[in-house]
């Protein structure tokens, strides 16, 4: 590289964040906030708040095919469309084309993603839960994969001041499995939920039910409007009421002063000085002009996302062979998700008179109960439920509905409560479930692909007997009549909570990040999006990379203070 | 001889009735098909001919009518289900609708002594009446495959409830709620013994 001083000196910053999801706007924000010059590079388009979404104010019937892709726009998107609900016309342009961005699965891996500012900090499900004792624990009292190097004690504080400032609403309920937080007040439950809750806690009385904890204010906070009950999260929330970085972290990080964000810029490698053994900066190609450029700083933050951070690093091979930080072997390694679509639903007798106004976007959670004070002889960790009451649809089935003007009246009719709920489990990490790089298939920009090989094994097959038999329990004994379940194919990826590829741990030699999320090797690179996760717990996992990710974020200024980076 | 006048007369109104839904702008190639009759073969694949819609226009309005409010065709909801079946759903599905349409308008004919569309409204509702109980009565089968009738009411029903006309006018739908009330009576839920519409 023969680079003139002055154009190295205007591609340097104190910082430079790589992502711009929900891990990469923290970064960003707490970095700026200290006072860092921040470059923050975002591999996909720009989009601006409300500005660039599309449908975020669109009445339902304005979709084209009610809301469904055609058989031509589906062929873009063969694999996001996998979970069945998440490329609709409301939000297809959130999501990659499969055709542009490919990979390869010697097993299934339904990598789901979108490549633009905000990230999934703009689709994703909001549900916020913070990790237990129990969960920091677990692998050590387990001797499973390698021991958290961080305690739940040193990260309480972080997880508070994500949340006030996130905003999350929920109830503190006192479970050791899911400690409180701090919290903007609950939504409630519905009739039905509230009968519900009643029933299962008489009947087992190691279970509980709480309504769920969202990232949605429930009253306006930090200049932000409260949540206007429209669910429809997933088009933009024009009053800025849900959590994402265009919402959130990216106006205080602007706000600053201190910011630079360059979208369309694919982060190919970090740079690194063999003679001070730290990190320069990164090496981008320019999406739009397909030219490389170089840009410097004292840290690196990787939030790309689990996969994509991992990525960067195994292609980081300069002084490498195997890829920075991968000294451990365990980069790319150990990939966890959440296994779910399992579960059970049926109708609730009752309450003929009433209903509800307004889409409330949050459900109920019930938490983990499993291994706690017993042992399972089946399985060890355990899984909450999602769900949720409601009463849609019309009485009659469409078999019954007369032809004619009383049809009309007829499908004002409200048909019956329903509820249902799935189970969202603990996946173990496994040395063998990985990702690698292949030079065998180019992507479009000519860059390496993922590979991923990496499943589910007997302890997640167990466990989720058990999450379709103990729904279908809860239920019927809560008096739900007409109980089905049901059960998905297990597919890694389909949780959209992939983690792992770079766990931490106080090894270097069986981990790849320290217990400030520094990469063992070069210790002024951070990894804090979810591929730090030393295990995944079965919580939503989205709160977590954001405590960690300010965590490290002072931790990061206060070593460049004391001249340790 | 009495019946056919009648055929011819009749058929000269459906290309009325079809020109008026495409906008009056009927082209000549769909026209002659119509003129050639049922057994012609498709003149299109990415929408119904000018004869497949008039009889699905005739029996939608049959199954949600105009009263006071809009019935399926004056929806919307017609095209819509003619843009979802053409674009939306898979070739199978749809060759298997095309045929069971064809199957309708041939026993239809047979049935009436003369084509669906070119019988007046009173036969034309009877008709859809009687073929939409024998369905029902007939089930799914061994096949898993819905009877027309079946599978024409169930497609109407679902796209006409995805129209502003069928969310908001017949069923109701607020855009901005603003509030969550979780328990409220049915009577007093928004505008009131109304149910929300269900987009998913």
């Known amino acids: 590289m023969h680079l003139n001083i002055k154009a190295k000196q205007a591609n340097t910053y104190d910082a430079i964040v790589v992502g711009s999801g929900i891990s990469g706007g923290w970064a960003a924000k707490e ?131 994500v949340e006030r400032f996130a905003g999350i609403n929920g109830k503190n309920e006192g479970l050791a499995q899911l400690p409180d937080g701090d919290f903007l007040p609950a939504m409630e439950m519905n009739c039905v939920e509230k009968e519900v809750k009643k029933r299962i806690e008489e009947n087992f009385n190691d279970r509980m039910m709480t309504i769920g904890r969202s990232a949605n204010l429930t009253r306006a906070h930090n200049g932000r409007a409260a949540c206007q009950y429209r669910n429809m999260c997933i088009q933009g929330c024009p009053f800025g009421a849900y959590f994402s970085t265009q919402s959130s972290t990216l106006p205080a990080a602007v706000a600053t002063g201190n910011l630079t964000l360059r979208p369309d810029s694919i982060v190919t490698e970090v740079i690194y000085d063999p003679e001070t053994q730290k990190a320069t900066g990164v090496r981008i190609l320019d999406a739009e002009t397909m030219e490389y450029r170089e840009y410097y700083a004292k840290i690196v933050f990787l939030c790309a996302s689990s996969i994509a951070s991992a990525y960067i690093l195994l292609n980081s091979t300069e002084h490498f062979a195997n890829g920075m930080g991968n000294a451990s072997g365990e980069l790319g390694r150990n990939i966890m998700d959440h296994h779910l679509n399992v579960g059970a639903y049926g109708e609730y007798p009752g309450f003929d008179d009433m209903y509800y106004y307004g889409r409330r976007p949050n459900g109920i959670y019930i938490p983990r109960f499993r291994n706690i004070d017993d042992k399972h002889p089946d399985f060890i960790r355990g899984y909450g439920y999602q769900g949720a009451a409601s009463r849609t649809g019309w009485k009659k089935d469409i078999a019954e509905l007369s032809i004619g003007a009383k049809l009309k009246e007829e499908v004002n009719q409200p048909g019956p409560w329903t509820f249902g709920i799935g189970g969202f489990g603990e996946w173990l990490p496994y040395h063998e479930n990985k990702m690698y790089l292949t030079t065998e298939k180019l992507d479009k920009f000519g860059m390496p692909t993922v590979v991923f090989d990496a499943g589910g094994k007997e302890n997640e097959m167990n466990m989720r007997k058990d999450m379709k038999n103990q729904a279908a329990e809860m239920l019927e004994a809560a008096g739900l009549t007409n109980v089905k379940t049901f059960e998905d194919e297990i597919a890694l990826g389909k949780g959209i909570h992939e983690m792992g590829t770079a766990r931490m741990g106080a090894d270097p030699a069986t981990s790849v990040l320290n217990k400030w999320n520094q990469i063992h090797e070069v210790q002024n690179v951070f990894v804090t999006d979810g591929a730090f996760m030393t295990s995944s717990a079965c919580q939503n996992p989205s709160l977590t990379y954001m405590a960690f990710t300010a965590r490290a974020a002072e931790h990061a200024v206060n070593e460049l203070k004391k001249g340790n980076l | 001889m009495d019946n056919l006048d009648k055929r011819l007369i009749s058929r000269k109104e459906a290309i009325k009735k079809a020109a008026l839904v495409f906008g009056g702008v009927l082209s000549t190639p769909a026209a002659l098909t119509l003129l050639q009759g049922c057994s012609a073969p498709r003149s299109s694949v990415d929408s119904f001919t000018a004869a497949e819609r008039a009889t699905i226009d005739a029996i939608a309005d049959i199954i949600i009518p105009t009263t006071d409010t809009p019935g399926a065709t004056e929806s919307g909801a017609v095209q819509l289900l003619e843009d979802m079946l053409f674009f939306v759903q898979s070739e199978d599905d749809r060759t298997e609708f095309l045929d069971k349409l064809a199957d309708f308008e041939k026993q239809a004919a047979k049935d009436l002594g003369m084509t669906f569309v070119e019988a007046s409204l009173e036969m034309q509702t009877e008709y859809v009446n009687k073929v939409h109980d024998e369905a029902i009565a007939k089930g799914v089968g061994t096949t898993g495959s819905k009877p027309f009738m079946w599978q024409m009411k169930e497609s109407i029903v679902y796209t006409y409830f995805g129209t502003e006309v069928g969310m908001t006018q017949v069923q109701q739908y607020v855009l901005v709620p603003g509030r969550y009330d979780p328990c409220v009576s049915f009577s007093e839920a928004g505008e009131g013994n109304k149910v929300w519409a269900w987009y998913s």
């Open chain 1, 31 to 161: 970095l700026t906030e200290k006072g860092l010059k921040t470059l923050m590079l975002e591999r996909g388009r720009q989009v601006r708040h409300i500005i660039d979404y599309p449908t975020g104010s669109s009445d339902v019937w304005e979709m084209p095919y009610r809301d469904w892709l055609t058989q031509e726009e589906l062929k873009d998107y063969p694999i996001q469309n996998r979970t069945g609900y998440a490329v609709r016309q409301r939000s297809k342009h959130w999501w990659v084309k499969d055709t542009e961005h490919p990979y390869t699965e010697k097993q299934r891996f339904d990598w789901m993603r979108g490549y633009h500012v905000g990230g999934r900090s703009l689709m994703w499900g909001r549900q916020s839960y913070r990790l237990s004792p129990m969960d920091f624990e677990a692998n050590e009292k387990e001797g499973i994969a390698v021991p958290w190097p961080v305690t739940y004690g040193e990260i309480a504080p972080w997880y508070s001041y």
